[in-house]
Nanobody, 117 residues
Framework: QVQLSESGGGVVQSGGSLRLSCAFS????????AAWFRQYPGMERESVAE????????YYADSVKGRFTISRDNRKDTVDLQMNSLKAEDTAVYYC??????????WGQGTQVTVSS
């Protein structure tokens, strides 16, 4: 059974940085693609960044390009999201997800990121 656990959220001032980490529990992490999503209150989750199984970053939302970097370590079974130059509009609950299928299969519980202006 796959389980995901996010960490690293918190409160940061505008312009600051945070690094989110997602720990994968299960087998064969290296066969999964991974992603970070975020969700604003009352809104659907939106994709922030996605990384291929071999570590090649495949997608960034336009709103985070140049500020966020997704990375994975297939030896440690982790996928991280480095967030720089944070803005108030980055305030959201952030989730990691993994899948070997078209849809995202497994989700973490989410971690709150709050950017104060």
């Amino acid at each position: 059974q796959v389980q995901l656990s996010e960490s690293g959220g918190g409160v940061v001032q505008s312009g600051g940085s945070l690094r989110l980490s997602c720990a994968f529990s299960g087998r064969a992490f290296e066969t999964y693609r991974a992603a970070w999503f975020r969700q604003y209150p009352g809104m659907e989750r939106e994709s922030v960044a996605e990384v291929h199984w071999n570590g090649a970053a495949t997608y960034y939302a336009d709103s985070v390009k140049g500020r966020f970097t997704i990375s994975r370590d297939n030896r440690k079974d982790t996928v991280d999201l480095q967030m720089n130059s944070l803005k108030a509009e980055d305030t959201a609950v952030y989730y990691c997800a993994v899948s070997r299928a078209y849809d995202w299969t497994y989700w973490g519980q989410g971690t709150q990121v709050t950017v104060s202006s």
